[in-house]
């Protein structure tokens, strides 16, 4: 199975749409959406920069998407202790978070005094996991301890067997994905949300490897990948970035 997350196009956070260059950066995206034929079913966050980013990938293919709440930016405001920004749960200076041992613990970040300032951060991230869960045993990926089981192949019936090939493609946030990428992965979002930077309109490949028959674990393949923008001559955003990003 294969997960494609899409981060939104260049955002207007003040009215939740895109900028002018954001609609840019998704009309390029869906010349590159519609070349894949493969896709099961499209999903998307209900903010409106989500939902104005998949539109134009969704006008081009005829197709519809699902939308889940538990897909939105994961904007649980909290005070940063260093700037005393009010905003959200990430982006601390480096003297700060990376203090703090537990911030590095797949478990552990939990514990950490900063995000019980917040009484629905963590219960949002419980939703977040349950709501992705849910979403792949609906595929036939139950998830068991760290890692995912389905059906050995032998013993699946055909349209079970097909849903090995699926591909899902989720519409969303930089913010959201790494808290569903730190359960998928079995790392702390602390890291992945300071760590890795999804530019807008990019796209992130997980797939299942099933070395073991029934057992799978996700993989990530490709990362903030931006060819189109890149082909279609488009500068790549720096919304979320704090340094010059590589236009290569």
Partial sequence: MRIIFIRHGDPDYQNDT???KGIREAKLLSERVVKWDNVTQFYCSPLGRA???ASYSLEKTGREAITYEWLKEF???IDDPVTKRHGVPWDFMPEYWTQIP???DKDGWKEAEIYHSNPELLPAYEEVCEGLDNLLASYGYRRHKNYYVTAPKE???CDAARSKQDTIVIFCHLGVTCMMMSHLLG???AVLLHGLYLAPTSITVLASEER???NAYFRAQVMGDTAHLING??????AGYFADVFQG
């Fill in 18 to 20: 895109l900028t002018e």
């Fill in 51 to 53: 939902k104005k980013t």
């Fill in 75 to 77: 904007s649980y405001f």
């Fill in 102 to 104: 537990q911030m590095y």
């Fill in 155 to 157: 013993t699946i019936a």
């Fill in 187 to 189: 790392v702390s979002p």
């Fill in 212 to 214: 073991m028959n029934g």
């Fill in 233 to 238: 001559g488009e500068p790549i955003s720096a």
